[in-house]
């Protein structure tokens, strides 16, 4: 019977472990220009204060995502955790805040979009990533 010597033993250890190792994500390393005016501090919006929507940019790992309006000059930052296929094609969009009156930075919630087929809408998950910082 052969005998194995404890150094190819270890060998293979090494390389066992190195195959499980995580990969990096691509873009991992780019700078997201988006999140330079995003303050991602604690802080809370009233749902009753939203008054809009619009596209933001994509976020560099290929989330979408979008703006929401609160108050008079108030924007918060939500980014999409999977698909929403329809977000992109949608002239409205909701909050489903699960009878919760504010909605705080970093909370998942639930964006309703207008599916393609009639009387019915897609749930997708979104977080509250933040306050948008506007520049003086």
Do not use: H, K
Not at 33 to 51: G, M, S, Y
Not at 121 to 131: A, Y
């Amino acid at each position: 019977m052969p005998r194995t010597t404890p150094s190819i033993m270890s060998l293979g250890a090494v390389l066992a472990i190195a195959a499980c190792a995580p990969m990096e994500q691509p873009g991992a390393d780019e700078y997201d220009t988006t999140l330079a005016n995003v303050d991602t501090d604690r802080a809370c919006f009233f749902t009753r204060e939203i008054n809009g929507y619009s596209n933001a940019p994509e976020s560099p790992r290929g989330r979408d995502r979008l703006y929401i309006a609160t108050g008079v000059s108030e924007r918060w930052l939500l980014e999409t955790w999977g698909s929403c296929p329809e977000l992109d094609f949608s002239l409205a969009v909701g909050l489903d805040a699960r009878g919760s009156t504010s909605i705080c930075t970093g909370q998942m919630e639930t964006l309703v979009v207008p599916s393609a087929i009639p009387d019915t809408l897609d749930r997708c998950p979104v977080r509250v990533v933040g306050r948008v910082i506007e520049e003086d």
